[in-house]
C-alpha cells in the first residue's frame, strides 16, 4: 500500500517555464489537497478537492492550476514559474479527515 | 482559514525530559491533529481527537482537545532523539478544511 505518492521529489525551473506536479493516492480518498511549506509560514492550502471533476481554491490559490480528472489523481501546474513559487509542495488525501500527506515535491525556480 | 497560535515556535531539549506544546485558536473546532514531521518527509498524523474533553494517547505522546473547543495541546514523555522534528497542530470545522498552526521543531540532544 504506497499511500500518497508524488512525483517528481526534485524540480528546478527557470522563470517563465511551465511543469505540473503529479500525486497519486490508492486509499480511495474523497478529498485531495495542494499544500505549500514554506518556512516560518507552516502549510498553506493552494487548491484541493472534494471529489473526482470538483477543484477549489485554498488559501494561496494564484499561480496556479488542478485538475482532478480520475479520483486517485491530483494534478497541480504552474503555467509560468516565478520565483516567489520555489517551495515544498504537499499533496494529501482524506475521506475526510484526517489528512494524509506524501513526501514532498522540492521546486526551485531560478 | 482561521489562524491557530502554536507555541512554543522551537524547544531545545535534553533527552529524558518531558515536552508540551499547545495550539489555541479564537474559532471553535469540531476535530483536533496533531502532525510530526520528519526531514525531508511529509507530516504524519500522531493523534486526532473528536471531542471536547477528550485525553488521548499514543505510546509516550499524549494529547488533550480542549473544553472550550479553541485549544489543543500535545505532550511527549521521556523525550528520546527520534522524536526530532516538527510537530503540526490542525483543526477542522468542515469535513475537508484543514486549519495548521505554524508548527513547533523541537531538538533533542543526547
Known amino acids: 500500500n504506497a499511500g500518497v505518492t508524488q512525483t517528481p521529489k526534485f524540480r528546478v525551473l527557470k522563470t517563465g517555464q511551465s511543469m505540473t506536479l503529479l500525486c497519486a493516492q490508492d486509499m480511495n480518498h474523497e478529498y485531495m489537497y495542494w499544500y505549500r511549506q514554506d518556512p516560518g509560514m507552516g502549510l498553506r492550502l493552494i487548491h484541493y478537492?472534494?471529489?473526482?471533476?470538483?477543484?477549489a481554491k485554498g488559501e494561496v490559490p494564484d499561480g496556479y492550476n488542478v485538475s482532478r480528472l480520475k479520483k486517485q489523481n491530483f494534478l497541480l501546474g504552474l503555467e509560468s514559474a516565478a520565483p516567489s513559487q520555489t517551495s515544498v509542495y504537499f499533496c494529501a488525501s482524506s475521506y475526510p479527515s484526517p489528512l494524509h500527506f506524501g513526501n514532498g515535491t522540492r521546486l526551485t525556480v531560478t | 482559514g482561521q489562524q491557530l497560535n502554536q507555541s512554543p515556535q522551537s524547544m531545545f531539549i535534553q533527552e529524558g525530559e518531558d515536552v508540551s506544546m499547545n495550539c489555541t485558536s479564537s474559532s471553535i473546532f469540531n476535530t483536533w491533529l496533531w502532525y510530526k514531521q520528519d526531514p525531508g518527509e511529509g507530516p504524519v498524523l500522531l493523534i486526532a481527537l473528536y471531542k471536547a474533553g477528550e485525553l488521548t494517547s499514543n505510546g509516550r505522546l499524549t494529547a488533550q482537545f480542549g473544553i472550550t473547543r479553541k485549544d489543543s495541546f500535545l505532550n511527549i514523555s521521556a523525550s528520546i532523539p527520534s522524536d526530532v522534528g516538527i510537530y503540526f497542530c490542525a483543526g477542522v470545522n468542515s469535513g475537508y478544511a484543514l486549519n495548521f498552526g505554524k508548527g513547533t521543531s523541537l531538538l533533542v540532544t543526547p
Open positions: 478537492s472534494v471529489g473526482e471533476g470538483t477543484t
